[in-house]
């Protein structure tokens, strides 16, 4: 009886997974696996303490989302238009949309820069990735759907293989993971902002919170759900750290330079490994890159839709077809097209940048959505008994006061060497 009740609990939860999953390995995506590269090529082991702090705030946060999503059966977008009127969830849509065009650009640019590693041109592998994209999203149900996004989290486990190949300094790694080091140059608080914005995203909130409503969970689930979530969170950033750990034990150990060009960033990156880990690491994380990145410009997109039809009660859902959801389709579809176009006229020495300001962009920005987040999940009129408790609360109100004061620093910074240039 034990073993059948057991059995039982086991199945619901392989049917209830995905959510949260997906959503944190997706923050895992080619601009998130660029500026955790560029953090331990640039600053060795030194941000892997930001991981620790931030696995906690991704999990509380991501939390609230999935049980608004269960509790209330609705939409962030839509949650917010009902609690603040249109003209607010309008600016929430617009605040998460300019950062979802930057984060896509970043996510074609991976599939540029991963594929240059084994000398694909960007003007074919970049078409054929949105192209395929939408061939997926348009022709498949919700189901097949999700165990593709599923087995591309899978994919991410190349990391740690890079990682442990690349023989760290375990005992270093391990000690600036739990001991902070703050450093107060700009160059490091602007790669902490970057690093926190491309784990914690406004898209993230919109995505997981459409991902539960789309696979009908209710708040009887929310067991099942809170697993799913944690262990995606905690998936997430020890994805980062093994990415962070190869690159500071050989990048950043060996005193290489990174290019601005994100398709030699990636193959120097790549050909650091394989004096101490061999042809097979670089091509893992090559791999590991170009499987992120596709991931990516798939949920971001997707997201950008959702949202956007939730939001003024259009139509929207992978289930449907073109037909049936044309607007949902039609935005999806914009966010394929613009972003990968910009990629192939770009100049290549810009795409690293493009790769990390939509991080920036998002860190700065996710002080705004998590506002609305928090006024909402401590509403009792939408989420009954299911509101905050106090630690959430706390939480979240911290990593918001921390990401708002870092952005002061980073715009302010500028302003006082343009007027005090002798600082």
Known sequence: MRTKFTKQRLALLLAIVGPGLVAASADNDAGGITTYSLAGARFGYSLLWVLFLVTISLGVTQEMGARMGAVTGKGFGGL???????RWAAFAILVMLCANLGTTVAEFAGVAASLSVFNVSRFICVPL?????YFLIARYDFPRVQRVFLFSSVVYFTYVISGILARPDWSLAFKNTFVPTFKTDYA???????????????????FIQSFVVDKRLKSEDLGYVRADVYLGAFFTDFIAFFIIVACAATVYTMGI???DAPEKAVQVIAQALRPLAGEFASALFAYGLLNASL???????LTSAYATCETFGWEAGVDKRPSEA???????LFFLVVPSAIVLLAPSHLLI?????????NGMLLPIILVFVLKITNDSIFMGKFTNTRVFNAISIVTTAVMIILTVILLGDPIVRLFLPHT
């Open 326 to 332: 044309p607007i949902f389709f039609g935005v999806f």
């Open 80 to 86: 917010i238009r009902e609690k603040f009127g249109a």
């Open 353 to 361: 940048e493009a790769m990390i300001l939509p991080q920036v962009l």
């Open 129 to 133: 990735a949105a192209a395929g994209i």
């Open 295 to 301: 991931l990516g410009a798939a949920i971001v997109p």
């Open 257 to 259: 330079q990174v290019p």
């Open 188 to 206: 490091y608080i602007w790669m902490f902002v970057a690093t926190v914005g491309t784990t914690i995203t406004p898209w993230g909130q919109f």
